[in-house]
């Protein structure tokens, strides 16, 4: 079957996003202290508790290098994305209470992205989800 542009470009993207994500992981990894401590002085404001914020700023790393792994390789992509599309709800929350307008204007962006990847997860075609499933069509 030959491939069409559609499913070129999901793939496109969905590799993109994948490559996004677990560049954040991959960069934060190494350096975990030092992340959670900035995000600590970033959230002193607002009304999350500290202990939240140190949580979500110490497993932060390993999920977005885990969902970028999974998008890169193509393997349970609609469940990893749908998780990916929670982790930007989560930022986007966590930018407003701390009222940095700009950052959740660009994580818009990602949740857009998302949308498209969850929604368009039929063009899958170039994935390990299309070759561990095959010769059925992938569906979630």
């Known amino acids: 079957m030959k491939t069409t542009p559609k499913q070129t470009a ?5 590799i993109t996003m994948g ?5 954040h992981g991959l960069a934060r990894l190494p350096k ?3 992340f959670r401590d900035w995000m600590l002085s970033q959230f002193q404001e607002s ?6 914020v ?6 932060l790393p390993f999920i977005e290098f885990f969902i970028g792994f999974l998008l ?5 992509t609609y469940r990893a994305a749908i998780i990916g599309a929670i982790v930007i709800v989560i930022l986007i929350l966590g930018s407003c209470l701390t009222e ?11 949740a857009l992205f998302y949308f498209f990847i969850i929604s ?3 063009e899958n075609k170039w994935s390990l989800d299309n070759k561990l499933l095959a010769p059925k069509s992938y569906t979630p």
């Open 10 to 14: 999901y793939t496109l993207l969905r």
């Open 19 to 23: 490559i996004n994500f677990f560049g």
């Open 32 to 34: 975990i202290p030092s």
């Open 47 to 52: 009304i999350l508790p500290e202990s939240l």
């Open 54 to 59: 140190y949580a979500w700023a110490t497993v």
């Open 72 to 76: 890169i390789i193509g393997l349970f």
């Open 100 to 110: 940095h307008w700009e950052w959740a204007g660009g994580q818009m962006l990602y």
């Open 120 to 122: 368009q997860v039929s």
